[in-house]
């Protein structure tokens, strides 16, 4: 196999939970990435292939091949991701790779229901928590977000055996407005 491809796997409903995936396949076989969370957020989801071409990037680029990402994908996104392979290749010589991303389609993401809001992945540690803290306190000057929602990212940093939610939630989730 010559080029890899990324291939969104179709939403599926269980006890309340909406599971996503998507799969990179590759010639040393295939990486899985998914989410779970509540069924009520469903309108919130987006069926562009954006938020698993970043999630999957870094085995993209260790397996060092062209991906075809079979889904839509918006051009900035792709832009931004070709300066950030060549910086991880930089900092990482050997370990990461720049490769070429082709997708089913190009075209930028509508609009945003609400303009200038933003969400923060947050794996409850202390530098996540630290990022929703000077966000929502206004201490990083004119960088600044306002913070809309906050994604616990578990399994990413914190296995998914560990249990860390009720944790996060005393550290961050009750974290007073300015």
């Given amino acids: 196999m010559t080029k890899a491809r990324l291939l969104l796997e179709p939403a599926s409903r269980q006890a309340g939970a909406l599971r996503l995936g998507a799969r990179l396949l590759h010639a040393n076989g295939s990486e899985h990435l998914w989410w779970e969370l509540p069924e009520a957020c469903a309108d919130h989801v987006t069926a562009w ?17 062209p991906v075809h990402i079979e889904g839509r994908v918006s051009p900035s996104l792709l832009a931004n991701l070709e300066l950030f392979m060549q910086i991880w290749e930089c900092w990482a010589p050997g370990r990461y790779r720049p490769v070429a991303l082709s997708a089913g389609a190009e075209a930028e ?23 929703l803290y000077r966000h929502v306190r206004h201490l990083a000057g004119r960088r600044s977000q306002h913070v809309a929602a906050a994604v616990v990212q578990h399994g990413f940093d914190v296995w998914l055996a560990q249990q860390n939610t009720d944790h996060c939630s005393r550290i961050c989730w009750r974290m007073p407005a300015r």
């Fill in 49 to 65: 292939a954006d938020p698993w071409l970043v999630g999957l990037i870094f085995p993209i680029m260790q397996a060092g091949v």
């Fill in 109 to 131: 993401l509508p609009p945003a229901q609400e303009p200038g809001a933003a969400a923060v992945s947050l794996s409850c540690g202390v530098d996540s928590c630290f990022t």
